[in-house]
């Protein structure tokens, strides 16, 4: 029988978790060519464009996160929390049964949502599989953290079903012994570094670059994730878009990303209609524009610092400061170590903006990555050394 692998991840916000995983399992597909990889996953927008061979999705209904650690039914809204839970707990449960997984990476929430990963560890334990948890490199503050774990008894499901932790960060950047992991777990804990992104063609990059300038000296790239909070770092763009254009000679091309809602997405355009800016939703070949783009303009999550950081982009990064301050302790982290100019959420305005993109081109090139980027090789080696 081949290996397989599961791959989970709730997604009840944006789509940095799913992401994660994706880009872990494809590595893992191509080092150990006949596994079969399932990726369960809540997001509505499974993000790449064509499956590997061997590789599938599960969707569940989704959650949506409306609060530090407060779920609700994102469509099916007249669904009670305890019974979607229940139904997706169900499907999770289905998967590795009958799939029969030697292996379980849960990304983020060790127990799932409301504890529905918890009849899937059973049966994967009473199956002879294992698991292992995985994390961006900052959570949150260390008191929200305590806090959220005691109430989901994360530390006891670390214990009780999972054989390794790994964090997708560096302790250079910050130590995740902060959250207070008792010392039998640090022993399981592997530090991996950030999941630099795949090198894009150079002939990629150029198509890109000559359709982000268009005539123009630069190209500015504005993005927002997923964008289901990237209202108003992206309304300050745009908005700002022609001074921006004329005061850095460029075009501006805005990215509001697949999980806007309808309402945010509708004033946007409305206000980019009439500045004559381009704003999408989604654009073809983002990781290649990004790497095309002369500077990025963005929130501080995760993924949208792993692509700057991976490309070498000047990146002006605005975080967004609620419903967790993971973003703000990133970017401020970032900005000491001299990789992207930090614009606190309460100073984001036109001006503010303006002032602060100019100041971001006229100090690049930035500093030196001084911490391990090969995260993506490193959870791939110790996920088929499990194997």
Known sequence: MSDRIVFYSHNGFGLGHVRRNFL??????????????????????????????????????????????????????GFAFDDLTSLRADTIHSVIRRFRPSLLVADHLPAGVGGELLPAL???????????????????????VR?????????????????????YGSPEVFDFRQYDLPADLQTTLVYCGYLVRPAVPSEAVEEARAQLRVGRVRGVLACAGGGIDGLEVIKAAVTAGPQLEYCLRARL???????????????LRTIAHRRRIDVRQRIDAFPAHVAASDLLIGMCGYN????????????????????????LIRARAFSK??????????????ETLVEAAMATLAEAPRGQVQFPMD???RARDILRDML
């Open 304 to 327: 949208t610092a792993c692509e700057a950081l991976s490309y070498g982009i000047p990146f002006l990064s605005v975080p967004r400061a609620e419903p967790s301050t993971e973003q």
């Open 337 to 350: 170590l001299g990789l992207l100019t930090c614009l606190e959420p309460d100073r984001l305005a036109g």
């Open 24 to 77: 872990i399992a494809r590595a893992l597909r191509e080092a150990v060519p006949g596994a079969d990889i399932i990726l369960v996953t809540g997001s509505p927008f499974p993000q790449d464009p064509a499956l590997e061979e061997g590789m599938d999705y599960v969707r569940l209904p989704a959650f949506l996160r409306d609060g530090t650690n407060h779920w609700s039914p994102k469509q099916l809204r």
């Open 253 to 267: 091309v805005a990215v509001t990303g697949p999980v806007m809602s309808s309402t945010d997405w509708r004033e």
């Open 147 to 167: 806090q959220t774990w005691h109430e989901n008894r994360t530390v006891f499901v670390l214990r009780e079903y999972y054989a390794k932790t790994l964090v």
């Open 122 to 144: 059973e049966c994967l334990r009473e199956s002879g599989g294992r698991a292992v948890a995985g994390f961006r490199d900052i959570l949150d503050t260390a008191d929200r």
């Open 375 to 377: 995260g993506i090789a």
